[in-house]
Each structure stands twice: as C-alpha cells, then as structure tokens.
C-alpha cells in the first residue's frame, strides 16, 4: 500500500497532503478492522480517499454521488453508525471538516464494503 501510494504522489497523481492521510487512514483501518494492507479491495479504495481528497481539497469534488437507494441501503445498515464515525475520524486525518455528499457517499460506500468484506 505504501509503495502504491508513493508512486502515485512521485507521479504527481496524489497530492502530499493526499499521500500522507491516506497513509494514516490505512493505519487506522489496519488497526481498527484488521484489514490486510495487500488486499486489492483496500487498496482501490485507499486510491480512491487519496483522489477524493485532492478533488474537495481543491474545490472540485465530483457531481454526482452514490445511487440514492444504495446509500439508503448503508446508512440504514444496524453497522451504519460505526463505519460512520471510522469515516469521521480518517475525514479529520485530512483536515476535512465537511466532505461534499457527492464525494461522502463514495466514502462511506467504500468503507461499509471493507467492513462486510473484513
């Protein structure tokens, strides 16, 4: 994962600040779920935080979010309110008070996938 990571940021695809809390957010999902670091499904959706970020962090997240009945189907999920505080806590790691909807909705989906695949 760190070497995925560090490509991406000496490519110029990730921002520093994108690399750097990413990396925290693997250590706390590691720590927190026990998840394994080679596992392809985490790395896609650490590369999709690291994206994410530098998208809201420079004003420019995406339109369009999550299918609103598969969201529904997540946050109505008896889990919901953990996997929720989990993207609170790798949210604050970037320095991120508010993540737009759009880009919320791709994160949430991305962790509740990592904590029924864990």
């Known amino acids: 994962m760190q070497q995925r990571l560090a490509l991406l940021k000496d490519a110029g695809v990730i921002s520093q600040v994108a ?25 896609l959706a650490m590369t999709h935080l690291a994206r994410a970020t530098d998208r809201i962090l420079s004003g420019e997240p995406i339109e369009h979010g999550l299918d609103e009945e598969l969201l529904a189907e997540i946050t109505g999920d008896d889990d919901f309110p953990m996997i929720e505080a989990t993207n609170r806590a790798i949210l604050d790691g970037f320095g991120i008070e508010l993540a737009p909807d759009t880009e919320n909705s791709f994160f949430l989906c991305n962790l509740f996938s990592l904590y029924c695949a864990k």
């Open 19 to 43: 690399h750097d809390g990413t990396l925290k957010a693997v250590k706390l999902l590691v720590s927190e779920w026990q998840l394994d670091t080679s596992a392809e499904q985490l790395q």
